[in-house]
C-alpha cells in the first residue's frame, strides 16, 4: 500500500493506493506509458535513497490528481526514481499512468474513490466556468448531479 497526504487549509486526507493490484492491473489490462515531467511529479522525500536502486528499471505508477500543487502522485517507484535523480539530470520520466479509466481499480476503499471524483470534478468545472459554459451543463457534468435523478 502507498499512502498519500493530501493537506488542505482545513485538513488532510490521506488516498491509499493498493500497489499490489496496479502491478496486477499492468498485467492484465491496457495502462498507458506516457512521459511525465518531473516538474510535476511528486516523489516522496521520505523514501530512502538507495544506490542499488539506480539500476532497478522497472516502470513506476503514477496517478494524477487535482487540486495538488504537482499533478501527478508517483506511487510505486519513489526509491528508483529518487536514485535516478540524485545521480542523472532528468527532465522526464515514463511511467504507467492511472487515470480517470482505470482509477477505481486502483484504491483500497470507496472513501479514496469518492474524494478522488470531488477534485477532478470540481477540476472540470473550474474548466468550464473558464470558457464561460452555462451553469446548469455545469451542473450536469457532477455526480451530485446524476445520482439525484437517479434517486427520483
Excluded at 72 to 89: S, Y
Amino acid at each position: 500500500m502507498f499512502t498519500y497526504e493530501h493537506i488542505t487549509p482545513v485538513g488532510k486526507y490521506i488516498y491509499h493506493f493498493d500497489v499490489e493490484r496496479m502491478k496486477h492491473l499492468t498485467l492484465t489490462k491496457d495502462i498507458p506509458v506516457e512521459k511525465i515531467l518531473v516538474d510535476n511529479l511528486y516523489i516522496d522525500q521520505t523514501a530512502p535513497l538507495l544506490k542499488g536502486k539506480l539500476n532497478d528499471k522497472r516502470i513506476p505508477f503514477v496517478v494524477e490528481i487535482f487540486g495538488v500543487p504537482k499533478p501527478f502522485v508517483c506511487v510505486d517507484g519513489n526509491k528508483r526514481l529518487k536514485a535516478q535523480l540524485h545521480e542523472n539530470k532528468i527532465d522526464e520520466i515514463e511511467a504507467y499512468v492511472f487515470a480517470d479509466t482505470i482509477i477505481s481499480e486502483v484504491f483500497f476503499g470507496t472513501p479514496d474513490l469518492w474524494y478522488y471524483v470531488l477534485h477532478r470534478e470540481m477540476e472540470h468545472m473550474y474548466s468550464a466556468l473558464q470558457t464561460s459554459v452555462d451553469e446548469n451543463r455545469i451542473l450536469k457534468m457532477t455526480q451530485m448531479y446524476h445520482r439525484n435523478r437517479n434517486m427520483v
